[in-house]
Structure formats: C-alpha cells, structure tokens
Nanobody, 128 residues
Framework: QVQLVESGGGLVQAGGSLRLSCLASGRSFSGYAMGWFRQAPGQEREFVAAINWSGGSTYYGDSVKGRFTISRDNAKNSMYLQMNSLKPEDTAVYYC?????????????????????WGQGTQVTVSS
C-alpha cells in the first residue's frame, strides 16, 4: 500500500536549520504535485510549501517565504523541505502529502483537501 514517511524533525534553537525528508513507497508519485503542511496544537493544518510534478514550480506560504525551500527527487520518490532561520512560531508537526490527482488535472496546491496521501508527521520544535 501507499506509505509516506517523514524524517528529519527535532529540537533546534531559533535561527537554526533542519532538513525534512519524505520518502514514498507503494507506487510512484512522479506525476503528482506534493506538499508540506504543518499543524500546531490547537491550530488548523497550515499550508507550508508545494512543488509540482517535475520540481520546476514551487509555492510557499507567506510565513515561510525566503526561509524554506521545497525540492523533490522523482527517481527516489522523495521530497524535501530545507528549513532555515527557524523561529519558535515554526514549531509544529510537519506532514508530507501527495495530491489526489495527477498534476495535469489537479487544482489548488494550497488546500489540504486536495491531497489524498499523508504521512504520519514529524515534530519540529524551535526553542528561543
């Protein structure tokens, strides 16, 4: 079956960096957009970043623009999120997700309901 596994989370001091990885198994997602979302306690799930099927187009939430970089490696069926200049406000569980339809058919990159497959999440905690 389809499985997405996030890794790379942890505890980091404000201003530091982390690199999250998402490895997919079960089938290839090379034709699908992928994204990262995050959720803090008591908060709704928030869009962080998305990347189109080829990696040629990227999209970011306003709160992370200029600090985070999303990338993918279709040969490895994987996706990454480089997180720099981390702030305490970035503390959340970060989830990897894959769109429910191939990128040529899909709509919004920003809405979690557009994504079908989700990982279990990895905790990112930024201390001050």
């Amino acid at each position: 079956q389809v499985q997405l596994v996030e890794s790379g989370g942890g505890l980091v001091q404000a201003g530091g960096s982390l690199r999250l990885s998402c490895l997919a198994s079960g089938r290839s997602f090379s034709g699908y957009a992928m994204g990262w979302f995050r959720q803090a306690p008591g908060q709704e799930r928030e869009f962080v970043a998305a990347i189109n099927w080829s990696g040629g187009s990227t999209y970011y939430g306003d709160s992370v623009k200029g600090r985070f970089t999303i990338s993918r490696d279709n040969a490895k069926n994987s996706m990454y999120l480089q997180m720099n200049s981390l702030k305490p406000e970035d503390t959340a569980v970060y989830y990897c997700a894959v769109k429910g339809l191939p990128d040529m058919y899909s709509g919004s990159y920003y809405l979690p309901q557009e994504y079908e497959h989700w990982g279990q999440g990895t905790q990112v905690t930024v201390s001050s």
